[in-house]
C-alpha cells in the first residue's frame, strides 16, 4: 500500500508539472506576441515546408537603363489627349485560379497587327544562354509593324532594359495576369502608366531593342500569373502559344 501511495503521488506530480509548463510556454508565447499572426513563432506547417513566413522580404525590380523613348510629359499628354483616353487606377480584387483558355474574361488578340496563328512556332521551353528559359515566344515582323493590347486592362510599367530593350507591361482588368510586349521600336503616341487601354488598342511597335538582333525585328510576348503582390517583374511564367492558336 505504501509503494502504490507513492507512485500515485509521483503520478500526480508529474501531470501538475506538465499542466504548469504548458501554461508558463503559453504565458511567454502571449507575452512575446508569439501568437500574433505573421510572427516568427506563429508560422505555420506550410510556411515551415516552404522555409519562408509572411513577413519574407519582397523581391525588388530589375534594374532599367535609361530610355531614349519616353512617354510624353504629363502637361503634353493632357494637352494632346484623344478624346476617347481613358484613365483609371486598377481595383483591388482577390486572386482567382486559371479561367480556362481564355486566362480571363475574353479570349486573346493577337498582340502583332497582321500575324497569324499558323505563323507562330512555341518557343517557351528553349533554352536561351544564360538567361536561361525563354519563357516567352517571338513573333516575327517587320520593323514598325503595330503592337496591340492582347487584352482589356491597364498600362502597369512603361520600362526599357539591356535585355528586352523597350517594354509594355499590361495588367489585365482582374489584375491576375500580366502581358509583355519586349524589343518595341517605339512607344504608341500617347501611352502612359495606368492607361486603360481596350483589346486591340496600340501600345508600340515591333523593333529590335534590347539584345534582340537587329536583322530579325520581332515582337517577344510573355504571360506571367500574377502573386498577390501584384508586381510586373515578378509572376508564374505561363506558355502564351496555346492561347493565341484560335487568332486566323
Not at 500574433?36 to 510556411?47: C, Q, S
Request: hydrophobic share 40%; net charge neutral.
Amino acid at each position: 500500500m505504501p509503494a502504490e501511495s507513492s507512485r500515485a503521488r509521483v503520478i500526480v506530480v508529474f501531470v501538475l508539472g506538465l499542466l504548469a509548463g504548458a501554461l508558463a510556454l503559453y504565458y511567454f508565447l502571449w507575452r512575446t506576441g508569439g501568437l500574433t499572426p505573421g510572427h516568427p513563432l506563429a508560422r505555420n506547417t506550410a510556411e515551415i515546408t516552404w522555409g519562408r513566413s509572411q513577413s519574407a522580404p519582397r523581391a525588388t525590380p530589375p534594374p532599367e537603363t535609361p530610355s531614349v523613348v519616353t512617354a510624353p510629359p504629363e502637361s503634353a499628354v493632357t494637352a494632346g489627349k484623344p478624346s476617347d483616353a481613358r484613365e483609371i487606377t486598377p481595383p483591388a480584387v482577390s486572386f482567382t485560379p486559371l479561367a480556362g483558355f481564355s486566362l480571363g474574361r475574353e479570349s486573346l488578340v493577337m498582340p502583332v497587327q497582321g500575324a497569324r496563328a499558323a505563323d507562330l512556332r512555341d518557343s517557351f521551353e528553349e533554352a536561351r544562354g544564360s538567361a536561361g528559359r525563354h519563357e516567352a515566344i517571338d513573333i516575327p515582323a517587320p520593323s514598325g509593324t503595330p503592337v496591340v493590347a492582347a487584352v482589356d486592362g491597364w498600362i502597369e510599367k512603361l520600362s526599357t532594359s539591356e535585355q528586352e530593350g523597350l517594354t509594355v507591361y499590361e495588367f489585365d482588368r482582374d489584375r491576375l495576369y500580366c502581358y509583355s510586349y519586349a524589343h518595341l521600336d517605339r512607344y504608341a503616341e500617347n501611352l502612359r502608366e495606368k492607361q486603360l487601354v481596350r483589346r486591340g488598342d496600340r501600345l508600340g511597335y515591333v523593333g529590335s531593342t534590347g539584345d534582340a538582333p537587329a536583322e530579325a525585328p520581332h515582337l517577344h510576348f510573355a504571360i506571367s500569373r500574377l502573386g498577390p503582390e501584384k508586381q510586373w517583374w515578378l509572376g508564374t511564367p505561363v506558355n502564351p502559344y496555346p492561347f493565341l492558336l484560335g487568332n486566323r
